[in-house]
């Protein structure tokens, strides 16, 4: 039950696009199109901006985008703004009706 | 409104026990899973239980089978995660979220920190 796996960071500069893979296996992202996202700011409780793959809740900005290609999901941030610089984490359902969180990736706004 | 708001945490010293509780308003409790998430200091977020609403299908994370364990009230709208036989690595802020099921937390508590430390 090892985490799933994502970039430790990724940067770019306002306006542009950033994308963060989560990397699992069959058992879990590549299985199930139950795949979510959170931003984090530290300190700050986790909100969800994408889940079952590619949806966004009511009020997310349709600059966050996700899709998944085999055991790979990913997560879009087009025309990159201050406030996105957080942490960012996937989720997924697996095989053993339980779920797994990525390792996270830190957002940084040049 | 949806609001979760976690209580129980504090200092306890290994092989100690706690519960933590989390108090739900703003929604028809007995329609949602509840999960328990964490993050220890300076580590991710990692998902540990999750209970359905009846309380009929429960479910640990590796880490804290047979430690943990987690139960809901539907007449005070609580949920609890007892922590038993607990460990320094069991330290973190503990979160509950309503879980809509598919690996869909969308609504969090603030969290409640537990230390555990001799």
Same mark, same amino acid.
């Given at each position: 039950? =090892?985490?799933?796996?994502?970039?430790? =960071?990724?940067?770019?500069?306002?306006?542009?696009?950033?994308?963060?893979?989560?990397?699992?296996?069959?058992?879990?992202?590549?299985?199930?199109?139950?795949?979510?996202?959170?931003?984090?700011?530290?300190?700050?409780?986790?909100? #969800?901006?994408?889940?079952?793959?590619?949806?966004?809740? *009511?009020?997310?900005?349709?600059?966050? *985008?996700?899709?998944?290609?085999?055991?790979?999901?990913? #997560?879009?941030?087009?025309?990159?703004?201050?406030?996105?610089?957080?942490?960012?984490?996937?989720?997924?359902?697996?095989?053993?009706?339980?779920?797994?969180?990525?390792?996270?990736?830190?957002?940084?706004?040049? | 409104?949806?609001?979760?708001?976690?209580?129980?945490?504090?200092?306890?010293?290994?092989?100690?026990? +706690?519960? +933590?509780?989390? $108090?739900? $308003?703003? &929604?028809?409790?007995?329609?949602?899973?509840?999960?328990?998430?964490?993050?220890?200091?300076?580590?991710?977020?990692?998902?540990?239980?999750?209970?359905?609403?009846?309380?009929?299908?429960?479910?640990?994370? !590796?880490?804290?089978?047979?430690? &943990?364990?987690?139960?809901?009230?539907?007449?005070?709208?609580? @949920?609890?995660?007892?922590?038993?036989?607990?460990?320094?690595? !069991?330290?973190?802020?503990?979160?509950? $979220?309503?879980?809509? @099921?598919?690996?869909?937390?969308?609504?969090?508590?603030?969290?409640?920190? @537990?230390?555990?430390?001799?």
């Amino acid at each position: 039950q =090892s985490a799933l796996t994502q970039p430790h =960071s990724v940067s770019g500069s306002p306006g542009q696009s950033v994308t963060i893979s989560c990397t699992g296996t069959s058992s879990d992202v590549g299985g199930y199109n139950s795949v979510s996202w959170y931003q984090h700011h530290p300190g700050k409780t986790p909100k #969800l901006i994408i889940y079952d793959v590619d949806k966004r809740p *009511s009020g997310v900005p349709d600059r966050f *985008s996700g899709s998944k290609s085999g055991n790979t999901a990913s #997560l879009t941030i087009s025309g990159l703004q201050d406030e996105d610089e957080a942490d960012y984490y996937c989720c997924s359902y697996e095989r053993r009706y339980t779920y797994i969180f990525g390792t996270g990736t830190k957002v940084t706004v040049l | 409104q949806v609001l979760l708001v976690e209580s129980g945490g504090g200092l306890v010293r290994p092989g100690g026990s +706690l519960r +933590l509780s989390c $108090a739900t $308003a703003g &929604f028809t409790f007995s329609d949602y899973y509840m999960s328990w998430i964490r993050q220890a200091p300076g580590k991710g977020l990692e998902w540990i239980s999750y209970i359905s609403g009846s309380g009929s299908s429960i479910f640990y994370a !590796d880490s804290v089978k047979g430690r &943990f364990t987690v139960s809901r009230d539907d007449v005070t709208r609580t @949920v609890y995660l007892q922590l038993s036989s607990l460990r320094v690595e !069991d330290t973190a802020v503990y979160y509950c $979220a309503r879980d809509r @099921v598919g690996a869909t937390f969308d609504h969090w508590g603030p969290g409640t920190l @537990v230390t555990v430390s001799s």
